[in-house]
């Protein structure tokens, strides 16, 4: 059963998945990502739908405040 979890935390860790569709009338990539503390998991078709989903599980830092893993 998933944890409880709340945007902004420490630990967000997320399992993305690319394939490629050509029954869509063309190439066309598609995916899935999960964040996987929470269990929730969305399709999507273009990057702005995959960030925006990362978006709501990572916060950015504060101007001012420098995070342990700024050097990755």
Known sequence: MPTEH???SPL???IVRF???SEAGG???RG???HVQS???IAFADEAALLSFVRRWVQT???GEESQYSEL
């Open 6 to 8: 709340k945007p902004g």
């Open 19 to 21: 394939w490629h569709d």
């Open 12 to 14: 967000n860790t997320f």
């Open 61 to 63: 830092l504060e101007r």
């Open 32 to 34: 899935q990502v999960q």
């Open 39 to 41: 269990g929730e998991r």
């Open 27 to 29: 190439a066309h990539w």
